[in-house]
Each structure stands twice: as C-alpha cells, then as structure tokens.
C-alpha cells in the first residue's frame, strides 16, 4: 500500500511539473495554430496531425518546420505533436490517462525512429503482436501513436513491398487497411508533396517516363516462397570487399528479409594461389561492417571430396576429358571452334591421365580436365570448358592434399545446388555462362536452382578489378586496401561514407539490369543528407594565409554555442572571443573600409581600417555593432580567437586515382594514373577540435565536410611534437574531378555532322531549357519539374550521340567560322605552334617569370586571333587538321559506298547484339566494322560520320545556299500563331495526363508546324511560337526603365522594412510586369536595377541576356580550364590569368542572380601544394606531466588513475586493493558524514562502535546471510608467531557483531526501537580487478541497524533513509539517482527486501550502486533471537522483531569522479568540495606583488567569514598558468583572478570550473554574488547529469532492441516477470564477447532495480527474456554495471 502511494504521488508530481496543466490547455485551445512544415523534407506525421486537427490548426507547406507557441518556436515533430495534442484535448489524440499518455509517447519515439533501421523486421512483428488484440496502438480511439506509427510505416521503402505480398502480419495489415480509409489519412496523403503511398505500390516496377527504369526497383524471384528462399554471397578471399560486392552483399540480404529465408556466406577457395585467410577475416568484418547477418556460413573447398567424385562419374561417362594441349594452342582452337585431338579419347586414357594429374606429376601438371559440351556452339562459354586444373600448391585449409583444384565455374553449380540454394544472384555479365552452369546440374542429376542476373556496379574513375585494385596496393601507389581513394568499402568509409548512405545508395540501384556507368555524385550526396543534420560544425583557417584582426572594445572571454545551429542535441562547444582573432587572407583581401560583415557566431561588424603592405593586407581592425541582428546582405567570415588553446590540423582532399572518367575496352588504367591525388592544408582549428575522436565526422564551416583521421594530441613530454588533427574531405555529390588535358579533353574540331540534325536539336535543346527555367521559376512541382529535365537530358545525349560533342551552353550552334583565308588560318596555327615551343623551352631554361609571361601573352593573342578569324579554338599543339585531298582524292562514289558498307555492317553489328549472339560472333563482326572505319578514314583523312550516313555537301552556289529565299511575313506569322496555339493543346493534353494515343498525333502536328515555319523562313520558331519582337522607339524604353528602377526600389524597401509577405509578392509581380513589357518591347531583358547603359565608361556588367544557366556551364568551362592547367603544371600567371576570368565569370553570376554560383568551393581557390611543416614548438622549460594524459571517454580506466592520483585524492598503498584517503577526498566523505548524521538523528538514530572482529562461530550461526561475503571474509590466523586457536574474521559487514548484542537488550516492546548507526571500516577481499573508490578490498562507510515492534515502522524507516541517501548524491554530489527495489536475485542475502538509489556513468554506460537501504523482516531476530513479550496477549507470547539495515560507503566518491570528470580533471560539485574558491593573483611583478599578496588574504578572509571554503595560492615558485591549470586538475569549483587592474577597478574576474565560463564581478556584495554562483554551479552540474542519464535511459519491450541498446551504452527498463531464472537468462544471453570498453568485460545485462517510477503498465506486457512467455508483474531497470 505504502508503495503504491508513493508511486502514485510520484507519477503525480511528475505529470503536474512536465505536462501542461488542464487550464492552460483550456487556454491553448482558443489560439488558432499555425504550423509549417518543410516541402523538401515532407512530414507525413505532422501533416496527418495538422489534419486531424484541422479546425484549430492551419496547415502550410514551407522551407521550414515550426510552430509558434508564444515567442518560443517548436522545431522536432514528437514536441510540435504533443503540443497541438495537449492544447486540443476534446480530440483525444494524446490519451484519456496517465498510463495512456506515457503509452503514446512510446510509440510516437518508436514510430519516429524504429522503421528506418536494421531492426524494422522486428519493428513491425511487434506492431502485430500489440494489434492482435486491439484497433488501435493506445486504447480505443485514433491517437498520436497511431499516426506516428502508420507515418513511419509508409515512409520504409521495404515496406510497401512487404505489405502487398501479406508478409507483415493479419493484425498489422488490418489496422493499415482501416487507417488508410479514414478521410483525414486519405487527404494528408494526397497532400503530401513526394511519398510512397500504399496505392503506389501497384506501380512499382513499372517504368517512368522516357522509357527508363527507375532506380529502387527489386524484380520478383522466380518460383520464391515465403520462408524457403535461400541466397548466397560467395566472395573470392583475394582482396578487400569493394563497393561492387557490397552491392551483391545487400542485394542477397535484401531477398532474405523480404523472404524470411536464408542467407548462406560462402568463401569461394577453389584457387589456392589467391585464398588469403587474413583477407576472409576482413571480408568477414566488412560484412558486419554492412550489418549482414548471415544464416550460413560456409568454403566451397568443404565440398572438394564430392566434387573430385562428380569429376570422375563425369569421365566414366564420356562427359569429361582430359587434355594436355598448349593452353594458347587450347584458346586458339576454341575460337576456331575446332576440337580438341584429346576429345576421343578413351574412358581409360582419360582416368590415367587424370590420375597423372591427381598425383600431381609433371606430366600431370601439363594437363587440365575439360568438360565434353559442344565445340561447335556460339556461346564460348559452352565449347568444352575447363573444370580441373593441376596445382601443386598447398590449400589454407587443406594444405598439400590436394593437386588438382576444381574451377569456379564447375564448383558454383555443385555447391548452390548441394547447400540448398534456391536463387542464385549474378551479375549480368555471366549470362553467357548460365547455360553452362545448368549443364551441370542436368547432367549430374542436381537440383536445379534460379539464376537472377542483375546490373554490375560500374563507377567512373575507377577499377573494381581486385587483381588491378592489389597492383595499386603493391605498386605502392596507395596506403593500403583502406586507402580513401580505394572503392573499398573500408577506404569509403574512411573517406567519410556513412553505412546508410552505401545501403540507401544500393537499394536505389535495386536489382535491375540495365548496365549504366554511374558517377560517384550520387552516392555523396546521399551521404551529405544523412550527415549534414548530424555534423558538429566547426572553424578551421589556413594556416599559411592568417591575418592578424583587432576588434576594438572587447574583452577575452569564452561561450558556449551550438555545435549545429539546426540541431540542439548535437550539443554546445565552447567559443573563444578576444581582441585579436585571425582571418584567412582571401576574405581578407575582400573586405572594404566601411563595410559591414558577419563574423559567425559572433555577429555583425564594420571594417574600420585595413592596412596594407607589399598590395597584402597585413592587418584588419573591426568594430563591434552586435546590437545590428541583420543579417541579411552581409558576407559571412570564419575566424578563429588568438589562443593558446587552437588545434593544430591538416584538411586532406583526394583526387580520383584514376583520370579518365570511363577507360575503353582496350585502354589500360595505368595510362591514367600518375597525377597528384593527394592535397594537404595545414589549418588552424578552434579549440573544440581536440574532441575529436577517430572517426567524427564533422563539417569546418565555409569549408565542407571532414571526418576525423586521426585526434590531435598534444605536445608529447618525449618528442616534443604534437599530432595534429588529420581531416578528410568528404565529397558532397557536387565537386567536380579535375580533369586531365590527356583523359578528358575533347577534340577541337569534331567529325562534321548533318548541320540541319544538329541545329534542329539544338532548337529543341534551347526550347526545353526555357521549360525547364519557367517551370522552376513558376515554383512548379517536382515531379513536373524532373520530367521537364528528364526530357532536356535526353535532348543533349540525343544531341551528343549525333555530333560527338557536348552541345553549346544554351542550346546555340556555336558560331560558323567566317569564310577566311584558309591560307591565313594555316599561317596563324603555324605562328601558334612556334610560339607555344618557344614557351615551353622558356619554361625548361627556367627562364624569368616576366619573360615567360611575356612569351604566354603572345600565344594567347594569336590563339584569340585564330578564333575571332575562324570562329573555332585551335586545334591542340597548332597544326590544322588534316584536310581531304582534292586534286589527288578518291573518287566520291568510293567514299560514299564505303560509308554504305559501314552503315550496313553496323546494323549487323546490332543485330547479333540483340540476338544475343556469342561473343566471338560479334567480335568478328566488330573487327569487321572497325576495319571499314579504318579504311574510310585512310582514304579521307576523316573519320567517318556517326551512322556510318555521308555528310551534307554544301551547295555549289553560296550566295543561294547560305541565305534563305525571303518569306512572306503574313505566312510566317500564321504558321506562328499555329505553333503557339498547338504548343497549348499539347501542354493541356500533358497537363491532363491524357493517353499517349493522344499525346503522339498532337506533337506530331506541332513538330510538322515547326517544320513548315522552318522551311519557310530559313530558321528555327521561336520558344512558344510567339514572333520575335520589334525594337521599339527608344523613348518608350527608356520610360519602362524609370518605372523599373523605381519599383525596384518600392521592393527593395519593402523587403528591408520586413513588411508582409503579401504585400511583397504584389510589389515584386508589378515589377515583373514592368520588365515583362520592357523585353515585349525591345526583344532583350531589361538592365540590372532598370537603368539603361549609359555612353560613358562605367564598371563592366555581366550580359543579361546571358542566362544563369549559361554562366553556370561557362563557369564550369573555365574551372576545368583552371584544373587542366594547373594539373599539366602550366606556369603560374598563365593559372592566374585562367582565375581570373572565372573569378569574372562568378562575379557576373552573383550580380545577375545575387548568389553564388551553384557548387562554389568553399575554401580558397588559391590552394597550395603541402607545404613544409613548420618546426614542433619546443617544449617549454618547467612544463610537467601535471595535466590529465589520457581522455575520458577514450581510455576510462587510464583517465581515472590519473584523475584521482595527479588531483591529490589518493596515494596507493602497498597492499594491493587498499588505498590512502588524502585530505582531498577525505573532506568529501566528511561533508557527506555532516549531512546525513544530521538527517538521521532527526530519525532518532544514534552514533555506536562495534568491534571489527567477528568469531568463526558468529558468522557460522548467520551462515545463509553470509554467503555471498564468504569468498570476501579476511582472517586473523595468527598472534605474532603464534597460531590463534581459533580464526578471526574480519567484518565484512555487522549484523553477526551487533545482533547478538540486540537480543541481549531487548525484553520489552518499551525496549523499542533500537536505531543505531556506526561509522567504521569493512574488509571484503575482493579478487577482482580493484578500483579505489569503486571496488576496494577495505572502504569506509556507514552502517544503520534498527529494530521496531511493528512492520509499518520498519517499513517506513526504510523508505526515509532512501530518501536521505538520495539527498546526499542530489543535494551534495549533484549527481541524479534511481530510486527502487533490488528483484529478489539481487536484494540482500537474508532480508526480505532491498530499497536502492543507482546512478549512471556514461563514460562506460554502466549502472552503479549508490546506496541501499535492506528490511530484514524477521530473519535476522529469530537467527539472534531478538524477541519480545507481546504487548496485547496476557499469555507470555513472544513476538520477534522487525529490522532494517542500511549503508552509504565511501564508492560514493568514485561516482563523482566518473560522472562530474572531464579530460582537464575533476569537476567537484561546490558543496563537496574542500575549497570551493580558490584565489590566484595575476601579473605579479616585484613592484605590486606585496600588494596584490595583501589583498588576496584580505578577500579570503572575508570569504571565510561568509562561510565560503577559500583559498589563496600565493606561492611564488608557480605562476598563475600553472595555478589554473593545478585548481582545474583538483576541480575547484570556482577560480578568482584578481590582477593590478581589477584592484583599481574594485573587481575580480570568476572563473567557473564546470564550464570554464569567466565573469567580471563587482567586490560590493561579492560574497552574496559567489554563493549564488555556487548554488548555480550545483544545479547546473545536476542538470547536465541528469540530461545524460535521461537521455541513455531507455525503455524496450523487444528483445532484439533490449540487446542492442545494451550494446549502446544505455540502461534499459524493460518488462520482467521477477523469476530468478530468468534474470540469470537475460544476463546470459545479453553477454557479448567483445569486451565495452579496453578495460571491462562484455558481461551481460543485470537488473539495477525495479523503479519506483514506472514509464508504464508492465502487466499487459510479456516479460523481456526471450524464453519466457510469462506477463511481466513490472518494469526492471537492466543495465551493465560495476
């Protein structure tokens, strides 16, 4: 009853300071809600809330989520949710009680977060399981949990396909069913901008539009059923596993889940000359890496008996034979397709040769067996094939055994089919040899499994060839398989590839089987989503371009900030602001006297003087103006304070390794390796940096994305020389590869094509881009707008596969050349190529930089005259390309028929492709092919035209076939209003999403109107079918520039004065109509800001009538130019030049649009080669190894040694386990012995002392209470030299000391209570690894023992003291506690129950006994007979008395350290702490140290006498660095500088510990202002600790999630039935055999307590052992601990 109470107070109180109360909801309720939600980033849940709650919500798709509540803004769903729930409760969507409620908020988090892991199979077993008996998730109507559950179902890809096949079970397929027809569900998921719907799931497959497959599509298995499905991952252990096998991992997986089969993971070991066992080992990690649990795990050699016995009934049967032919005699008879002179050969020849080649003999070894198929077949595959070769070479695993070795291909088919495989899955690549494969299975009589062929991977810039792959790693060329330039799937994840994004990447490609080449894009940018919210941000500069800045005004100080601004829980970091920061010299360079800018996570600034010298800024100074919070039009700076505190760090870009994007056929890769891959900067990083741990990935703002290679360390005591931090980049999916002239650059002067083809796509390309712009422009949706870009791209790879080339930037021809000279075009390129070797010898010589720049100015001039003359760029190295003969050419008729001959031998070509024909076939039809191209361009000096078609012969008669006939206008502008009105029909049959029956006729027609406009007129129609505008009159312009110019301003001003959004718009349309008239009128855009160029000179504007689109192509142009010249190591003001022009490219592109170009670099375009380190600082004289070397969540156990040792808490002694208390933690223990002897004797408890000696026959009498202790208990043997008659123990804990003395007290009922109370000592011998404080082999504590006539009182002692110990981890250690019962396995040996307060360290996540407070019932008074008369009985009966024991021990101490701990030291909370101010003078000199000595004694005593613990270290020996440094080690709460200034000023500068946050405070007052600061400090570090427990606290009802949140680090509560049995089943199999940490084994789960605080009702839930079927009587909470 007591308990209940207790509980339901507790559950009260809890609800009454978390929730809203009903009167504020009431007044919630009459405010109308407006709540957006990101349309790039749709919210299914939020929007079935919004509309669930549609009457007091209004709902907006926007670029934000938010809801405003007051002047607060909610951003996460589960808070914006509870929120409209709490404040509309007639709704019911939160619950009708409190158990409802806190089974919401169950599964809102689990809706949220549990469907878009590895553990979703399970997620939606448990959905069904809690559906079986109910409608809905919580009670008996729609709620939250519903809605969040059915959100995060339909966002699962995996899902849709999982339901249509009935494989989530009746009850979850039933509630989907009835949540998706419900009307407010039906509209929010219409609304929703982009989802996988459940009606979508009868489209999937099908292909988009174009014709194309979509990405993401899983084919059916032929023949698979549910549960019987087997697959197989078979890699060879010659090498890494690549992103390619990842693909083949995750796609076997992906048919094992969805089938509930079976995943077998089989080493293929057939060739022992490239098994590797270290390589299996790896292979095996990686697989875990991927999160593949495989079912079966198997060696293809397991099976070599019964494959050499199919071998042999193969030769006794004919269908194998044994052939000592040449091997390349052997090849050139198969692609004869002639047999083999062994091929008759005997039964008998044929098993004495494989004999010889079993026996592994020389002849043997000249020998191979090959199966009897059909030498005559087109497929190659099939012409007796090789199925043993002899090797005499011994097997990892067999050693010498064996000499013959079976091949892959015979292997493959035996073992799938032995091992029960049902699909096979390959690569597309093998289709040749699937009949082969099912050859033998036929003719061994095996079952025949399904073969499903999907694409191969196929990146650009890379090789997933492992034999190629390992020349790299042998070459040297890399650092190892993990290289970050390798496809490995080690060397992407340390490049930063996060496992979700390779597995989201995959699924993407799903099993199709189109073979495309993919770029590395993709794949980084579905990594960027996944870490751009999670990715601390940090600063970090270039070392070699820092300038000095002074920012007036303002003083040294650090604060905290977020470490992501969208993503508090990412956490804070501190930031340090002083006078002096530094800049990088690019935005140095930049600044402008006056201007105003935005130092991040600072605010704004304006630039107060810039100086200069040698044309380098060599110093900046800034005004502060952070009150201005516009941020709008300001640049945005990095910077970094100048402190002692930045990191030393190194960003890494790698380069493809490879630089030709896609390598033919015949091309060898290592024409394409060689350049510089590998590009170091030394940076300066902000002071957070040293955080780092291996593996964080973290993003350096205006920089990109880094993942940590290896920590920073600091200066070692040896060496000298600190580690820096190593960062590698991590591609976002949007930097370019810098191209290389020899891999990638095209062509200058292309085949020429049929003009009329390639102007006409052209048109079509320009026309399509105007779509797409309009379509962007018009905000339309994305499916509309994809469709648009989808059709644009297929346009330009149309336009490509006709030409060659790309096509121009907009979609215009490029400019014919001029009708030159052709002699003066060919004296030029002579001119050119003669200059261009003059400058090349220039650069051999080494000659001056002025004279080279002087020689490069030259040839750029005659190579712009060559292109202003001809209209085209040079051809490379200045020669002309070769012209055909005239007078000695072929005849025209010869070159035509050839062309005849190509095109026809091209369609052959395809027609064996498509009938899928052998590959010798077709490669006798290729060389055939390729011989006629030969032949065509040895006769004409040019290749042929694509299509094997002639090219368009230019009309004799120029004048009449360069210029069209004129046209008559009417007529034109007829068939252009035609064009404009079908252009309309067809966009409305589109719109209507009409057949494409009807669709095709309507374009036809359009296409034939162009057509017939185009013929008339000479040129293509213009976009929309409108004719192009008249230039009008120049006065009538001018006035539509005026009214542009000043609606501009109206906008401009509107925008600045944050006016409303509406009003705004209306402005901007009217402006548009302005510049809408303006082109009408003059067929142009109208100038930047409406003005019209003036005559006189002005700066130079970018071209408006060039598009954004086109400057971002030029843009892309000239920054391959930039890469190709500094790749081919071109001098450095020809580079520059090029930077220069795209530096104007930019800027034109920022003044047209007012953005930067789209994928700018963020980082200084002018990035240097590595450059030499700077010398190691060298260790200063007098620096030791006071500070803490190791870290705390690193290395624990090495971290806490020092932290106790180095902080003065104990001194080791030299009997191993013991310890000595120095005053440091001995003044902790006395505090804590003050409070809590204060709190009991207000409990009427006395103080007593016992003896610490127990006789054997005592502790025999108690034997089952002491057991647990028995292997612990110490004993006296000996008096000197002498034997002691009988053993001593020594007291493990009092009961056997003081009880009997109880029973000898106690007569009466009026002899009760007995409440005494002992400090003492204990010895347990522990024999386990011992920690100080935690686990020691003797520790001081106190110990109560009472005993009462009644149990209410004893029940009720129990429960004060627990709340008394809790008093002392809350009110003096800050640190929060647990409060509950001990399961019966766990309470105390003898008594009846146990009371507990558990803390959590988070370093190891590993619970820990605070203290316990025991009711020993009856047990231990009947044991000592501690019995009294019965008050109300006149008979004499006896009644026994009720007991209770409790203790507190010293272990305390250690939880302090551990939790409060931080890698400077200890953190003491101020009530503990034995100084809790410690007072350091600054600048001492000779001349002021008696002054500032003085009045540091004078503000401690003053402290002293208001009660604050102080000290004042005036030693001499020591300054005030190492002072900090020694107080921050001992962990005092607060530092008080005091120097000659704050004297004058009458101030002291405070210096918190916990935060290491400084405040200057005023001496009046000063003592009231430090104990309110102390109080702060206390609640501050109680709050972050219990922030850190909450959110590592866990609740599960799911085995599988229990386990792995254990794995995580967490305390989990979890249901339990309370059998003893079970508990020891749950720490068992919770086990792991990989240790937590370096120092602590992987032990299981053990219950910490049952909380008096319950998340919900345990007795509707199953208990969490997964052998157990038993309702759990409660919620446990289970946890590692110590």
């Not at 894009?521 to 300038?547: E, Q, Y």
């Not at 032990?1643 to 038993?1670: H, R, V, W, Y």
Request: a positive charge; glycine letters at 6%; aromatic letters at 8%.
């Amino acid at each position: 009853m007591l308990v209940g109470r207790i509980l339901q107070t507790s559950l009260l109180k809890h609800w009454r300071t978390t929730h809203c109360s009903l009167t504020t909801a009431v007044q919630i309720t009459a405010m109308k809600h407006t709540l957006t939600v990101d349309k790039s980033k749709p919210s299914l849940y939020l929007r079935l809330v919004a509309e669930n709650l549609k009457d007091s919500v209004t709902f907006k798709w926007d670029t934000v989520t938010a809801l405003k509540v007051n002047n607060l803004s909610l951003h996460s769903p589960e808070a914006i949710s509870r929120h409209l729930a709490r404040a509309n409760p007639e709704a019911g969507l939160y619950g009708n009680n409190l158990l409802q409620q806190a089974e919401v908020d169950h599964w809102i988090w689990f809706g949220l977060n549990k469907f878009g892991h590895g553990d979703f199979n399970s997620s939606i077993r448990y959905c069904d399981e809690v559906l079986a008996q109910n409608s809905f998730m919580v009670g008996s109507t729609l709620s939250l949990a519903d809605l969040s559950v059915y959100s995060g179902l339909m966002s699962n890809h995996s899902f849709n396909v999982v339901l249509s096949k009935g494989l989530c079970g009746k009850n979850l397929t039933r509630w989907c069913d009835h949540i998706s027809k419900l009307p407010a569900v039906e509209i929010s998921v219409a609304d929703m901008p982009k989802i996988t719907r459940g009606s979508d799931r009868k489209t999937e497959g099908k292909k988009a539009k174009g014709g194309k497959e979509e990405g993401g599509k899983f084919a059916e298995l032929p023949g698979a059923k549910m549960g019987e499905v087997v697959v197989r991952f078979p890699p060879e252990a010659s090498g890494y596993l690549h992103i390619g096998h990842a693909k083949a991992a995750l796609l076997n997986q992906y048919y094992q889940q969805s089938f509930k089969g079976k995943l077998v993971m089989r080493f293929d070991d057939t060739n022992p000359a490239k098994e590797n066992t270290e390589f299996e080992n790896i292979i095996l990690e990686d697989v875990k890496l991927l999160n593949i649990d495989y079912d079966i795990f198997s060696f293809t050699s397991n099976h070599f008996p019964a494959m050499l016995e199919y071998a042999e009934e193969m030769i006794k049967k004919g269908l194998a034979y044994v052939d000592d032919t040449d091997p390349a005699v052997m090849k050139e008879e198969r692609e004869k397709r002639e047999e083999s002179a062994n091929r008759s050969n005997s039964v008998s020849q044929n098993m004495e040769k494989w004999n010889e080649m079993k026996a592994g003999s020389e002849y043997g070894k000249k020998c191979c067996l090959r199966a009897k198929i059909d030498m005559k077949s087109d497929n190659g595959c099939m012409r007796d094939p090789a199925i043993y070769r002899c090797k005499d070479e011994p097997h990892p695993r067999h050693g010498n055994k064996y000499k013959v070795y079976p091949t892959y291909d015979f292997a493959c088919p035996i073992v799938d089919s032995v091992e029960g495989v049902t699909h096979a899955l390959r690569t597309t690549e093998y289709n040749d040899r699937d009949p082969q494969y099912y050859w033998f299975i036929d003719q061994l009589g095996l079952r025949r499994p399904h073969i499903y062929a999907y694409a191969r991977l196929n990146l650009t810039h890379t090789v997933l060839s492992k034999r190629k792959l390992a020349w790299f790693v042998e070459q040297g060329l890399v650092s190892g398989w993990d290289d970050p330039r390798f496809p490995t799937v080690r060397g992407i994840l340390r490049r930063g590839m996060t496992v979700e994004a390779l597995k989201q990447f995959i699924i993407l490609q799903g099993s199709a089987r189109s073979v495309v080449q993919m770029g590395w894009d993709k794949i980084w940018t579905i990594n960027k989503k996944i870490i751009d919210p999670i990715a601390p941000r940090f600063t970090g500069l270039a070392k070699s371009t820092l300038v000095p800045v002074k920012v007036l005004g303002v003083q040294n100080e650090v604060k905290k900030c977020a470490k992501h601004p969208k993503n508090a829980e990412i956490g804070e970091k501190d930031v340090h602001y002083g006078s002096k920061v530094y800049l990088e010299g690019e935005d140095a360079e930049n600044l402008k006297p006056g201007e105003k800018i935005t130092m991040i996570n600072w605010g704004n600034m304006l630039v107060d003087h810039i100086s200069r010298s040698d044309n380098k800024v060599t110093e900046v100074s800034l005004k502060p103006v952070l009150e201005d919070t516009d941020f709008k039009k300001t640049v945005k700076l990095t910077w970094l304070a100048d402190v002692p505190d930045n990191i030393p760090a190194v960003a890494v870009h790698y380069d493809n390794i490879i630089s030709k994007a896609v390598l033919g056929k015949d091309e060898d890769f290592k024409s394409y390796i060689g350049h510089q891959t590998v590009f170091e900067t030394e940076l300066i990083g902000d002071p957070s940096l040293g955080s780092l741990k291996k593996g964080d990935i973290i993003q350096l703002q205006r920089r990109g994305y880094y993942i940590c290679d290896s920590p920073y360390q600091p200066v070692s005591e040896f060496t000298g020389l600190p580690m820096p931090c190593m960062l590698i980049n991590i591609p976002d999916g949007r930097q370019q590869v810098p191209p290389t002239p020899a891999a990638s650059a095209p062509p200058s002067i292309s085949t020429p094509v049929p003009s009329g083809n390639g102007d006409a796509i052209l048109s079509q390309i320009t026309e399509q881009g105007n779509t797409v712009r309009n379509l962007k422009s018009q905000k339309a949706n994305k499916d509309e707008i994809k469709a648009a870009v989808d059709k644009l791209l297929a346009l330009k790879k149309q336009y490509k596969d006709l030409t060659g080339v790309d096509p121009p930037p907009g979609g215009k021809p490029a400019a014919k050349p001029a009708a030159a000279a052709s002699g003066n075009a060919d004296n030029i390129l002579a001119q050119i190529a003669e200059q261009g070797n003059a400058v090349r010898n220039l650069k051999s010589q080494k000659a001056g930089k002025d004279v080279i720049k002087e020689a490069v100015d030259k040839l750029l001039a005659l190579k712009k005259q060559y292109k202003d003359l001809t209209g085209v760029d040079p051809p490379p190295g200045g020669k002309p390309a070769a012209k055909p003969a005239q007078s000695a050419a072929p005849s025209s008729g010869v070159a035509d028929k050839l062309l005849e001959q190509i095109a026809e031998q091209g369609n052959a070509v395809r027609n064996l492709k498509s009938q899928k024909a052998g590959k010798d076939v077709i490669k006798g039809a290729v060389d055939k092919l390729l011989a006629l191209k030969k032949q065509y361009k040895d006769l004409t000096g040019q290749d042929p035209p694509p299509g094997g078609k002639p090219a368009a012969k230019p009309a004799e008669n120029t004048s009449t076939a360069t210029k069209p006939a004129p046209a008559a206008s009417g007529d034109a502008d007829k068939i252009l209003e035609q064009i404009a009105e079908q252009g309309n029909i067809v966009r409305n049959l589109k719109a209507e999403k009409a057949g494409k029956d009807k669709v095709k006729p309507a374009v036809d027609q359009l296409l034939a109107l162009k057509k017939q406009y185009k013929d008339l007129t000479g040129s293509d129609p213009p976009p929309g079918g409108k004719p192009a505008p008249k230039p009008a009159s120049s006065p009538n312009a001018d006035k539509i520039l005026e009214a542009i110019h000043e609606q501009g301003n109206v906008v401009r001003d509107l925008k600045s004065k944050k006016a409303p959004k509406d009003e705004i718009t209306s402005a901007v349309q009217l402006l548009l109509k302005h510049k809408s008239d303006y082109k009408a009128l003059t067929g142009k855009d109208a100038p930047p800001g409406g003005k019209a160029p003036s005559s006189a000179p002005v700066k130079t504007m970018p071209d408006t009538s060039v598009t954004p689109e086109q400057l971002e192509s030029k843009i892309k142009e000239q920054g391959d130019k930039v890469r190709s010249a500094k790749g081919s190591g071109a001098s450095k003001d020809e580079i520059q030049s090029l930077v220069n022009d795209l530096l104007k490219l930019k800027a034109d592109y920022k003044t047209l649009t007012g953005n930067d170009p789209p994928g700018a670099p963020q980082q200084s375009s002018k990035q240097k080669k590595k450059e030499k380190k700077a010398p190691a600082p060298k260790v200063e004289a007098g620096v030791t190894r006071l500070g803490i070397e190791a870290k705390k969540f690193e290395d624990l156990p090495n971290w806490y040694s020092q932290v106790i040792t180095k902080s003065e808490m104990i001194e080791y002694y030299d009997v191993s386990g013991c310890y000595i208390l120095r005053p440091w933690s001995f003044f902790i223990w006395e505090v804590i012995q003050k409070w809590f002897d204060a709190g009991i004797k207000e409990l009427g408890v006395e103080n007593c002392y016992f003896p610490m000696f127990v006789s054997n026959s005592a502790l025999e009498k108690e034997k089952t209470h002491i057991a647990d202790f028995a292997p612990e208990v110490a004993w006296v043997t000996k008096s000197g030299d002498s034997e002691l008659a009988e053993p001593i123990a020594i007291r493990p804990t009092s009961e056997t000391v003081m009880y009997p003395s109880y029973a000898s007290w106690v007569q009466s009922h009026r002899d009760l209570p007995i409440k005494l109370n002992q400090w003492c000592n204990v010895v347990r011998w522990e024999f386990k690894h011992p920690q100080p404080f935690l686990r020691t082999r003797e520790f001081l504590w106190q110990e109560g023992h009472s005993a009462f006539a009644t149990q209410e009182e004893a029940h009720k002692e129990v429960y004060d003291i627990l709340d008394l110990y809790h008093g002392v981890y809350k009110e003096l250690l800050a640190i929060p506690t647990v409060k509950g019962r001990k399961t019966e396995k766990e309470k105390f040996a003898g008594g009846d129950f146990t009371t507990t307060v558990e803390g959590y360290v988070s370093a190891t996540g590993r619970g820990i006994q605070g203290a316990t407070s025991h009711h020993l019932g009856q047990n231990f008074s009947k044991m000592f007979n501690i019995q009294f008369e019965d008050p109300d009985s006149n008979s004499g009966d006896k009644l026994f008395a009720h007991q209770n024991s409790w203790g507190l021990s010293t272990r305390s101490i250690g939880v302090v350290v551990m939790v409060h701990g931080d890698d400077k030291g200890l953190v003491l909370p101020p009530r503990v702490a034995m100084y809790q101010a410690v007072i350091v003078p600054c600048g001492v000199s000779d001349a002021n140290k008696e002054q500032l000595n003085t009045h540091c004694s004078e503000l401690k005593k003053t402290l002293h006498k208001a009660g604050i613990r102080t000290h004042a270290d005036l030693r001499e020996n020591y300054n005030s660095g190492w002072k900090f440094n020694h107080w921050e080690l001992k962990g005092v709460p607060l530092r008080i500088e005091i120097g000659p200034r704050d004297i004058k000023n009458n101030q002291v500068v405070v210096v918190r510990r916990d935060t290491g946050v400084k405040a200057t405070l005023q001496n009046e007052n000063l003592e009231e202002q430090l104990k309110t600061l102390l109080d702060t400090v206390h609640e501050d570090m109680y709050n972050r600790a219990l922030l850190e427990r909450d959110a590592n606290m866990a609740v599960t009802t799911v085995w599988e999630d229990f386990c792995q949140l254990l794995d995580q680090r967490k305390i989990i509560q979890a249901p339990y039935c309370g059998a003893i049995e079970c508990e020891e089943i749950i720490k068992k199999d919770s086990a792991r055999t990989e240790a937590v940490d370096d120092k602590a084994p992987a032990m299981g789960a053990k219950s910490l307590c049952i909380p008096f605080n319950q998340p919900a009702d345990a007795t509707t839930e199953t208990c969490i052992c997964p052998k157990c079927d038993k309702k759990a009587n409660s919620y446990t909470l289970f946890g590692r601990s110590y």
